[in-house]
């Protein structure tokens, strides 16, 4: 059977929890032009300083760090660190024919992980609660990539 | 028929699609280091301060900032929130078996847009010539993951 | 055949390199957690100074950069520039049908000229070996994007 199938449900399984990080991940830069917007701030370019239609009044200060704005690049450059491994190492994982239950667990747990991971930073919850987040995550991740280390090696 | 074939137009169109895009990431590295041997400057680490055959005459000034080597890094840290995710997303598209069509506008359309993004980032135009350049290719990967995402929910 | 078979020796190599690049990558956040403990600090969110059981006796300081938690990040964000392009380059590369010894060289000579990169950031070598090794990465990539991308134009 096709393994690439959408008909196949471990492949669906796969193909729903990395379209679902692809749209998390792609939101926080849709999230960074909100906030910057919001603060008027939060700029990096010396270019954003100048007069346009989208910024009618530019002030030097606006290429200061801004931590609202700063705190969603921060979640973003986590996410570039981790969803793109993801993303392999899942694709990889249920090439080697995982039960589906397994493949369930292990994707969808990424995913949830990741929103609450992402909830609990947005909201500056403690380092102990965004961390024990992103560790299960990060441990989905190792799981899924060394069993599939194992299985390629088995052959 | 195979779905992972170039002898298939679509996968084909993704490849081209795809590999352009590596390049075009790939080649802000090297863009780095050719901006970093013209200033002289824009290092990072302290050894690089170290006198080698490469830098001749060492200088702590080298480890500031450097705008020319630093807007490389700009918009390759773009490419890096982005790229990444273009190749995930148009994977998976490809996947669901789009029209020819559709696949060519999205999967061009979108190498296009960050080649148009890349020239108004490095030349320095407005924010919004440049913000405007990034929407359209960060909609096509909304686009292509909604798709795929529903495609996949509906098996 | 199928090409996404670990029966498939192309395949099988392309999933260990990839395997093996992505725990390399993912263990740049467990190794920055791990000087970040050592250091108690090095820390990036105004919530890391709450008092928590992981951060007994929280400082200011504990925000300031450091060094050796700083060299980890710039690591990270080398493989962040890096290992997601080969990942992808490398896929598509072996479904081109590369002879074996080909695939292996590439890919193994990759994962070796990256583990090498890693130990020359580590201890801090000179500029000039660290760019070397990742030159040796880079030129890879650049080499099975090109031949992939012929082969897509050539159908």
Not at 6 to 14: C, E, G, K, M, S
Not at 83 to 108: K, M
Request: overall charge positive; some cysteine.
């Amino acid at each position: 059977m096709d393994k690439l199938s959408l008909q196949d449900p471990v492949f669906a399984t796969y193909v729903i929890a990395a379209t679902l990080m692809i749209l998390k991940a792609v939101s926080m830069s849709w999230l960074t032009v909100v906030r910057m917007m919001q603060e008027k701030g939060g700029f990096r370019s010396p270019e954003d300083l100048r007069r346009t239609a989208l910024n009618p009044a530019p002030d030097p200060k606006q290429l200061e760090r801004n931590e609202r704005v700063d705190r969603i690049r921060r979640i973003h450059l986590n996410d570039l660190e981790n969803i793109p491994f993801f993303l392999a190492a899942g694709f990889l994982y249920v090439l080697t024919g995982p039960p589906l239950l397994h493949a369930q667990l292990l994707l969808y747990g990424y995913v949830v992980s990741r929103l609450l991971h992402f909830a609990a930073y947005l909201s500056a919850r403690t380092h102990d609660t965004r961390a024990t987040l992103w560790t299960v995550g990060s441990l989905i991740v190792v799981f899924m990539t060394c069993r599939t280390l194992l299985a390629a090696l088995g052959h």
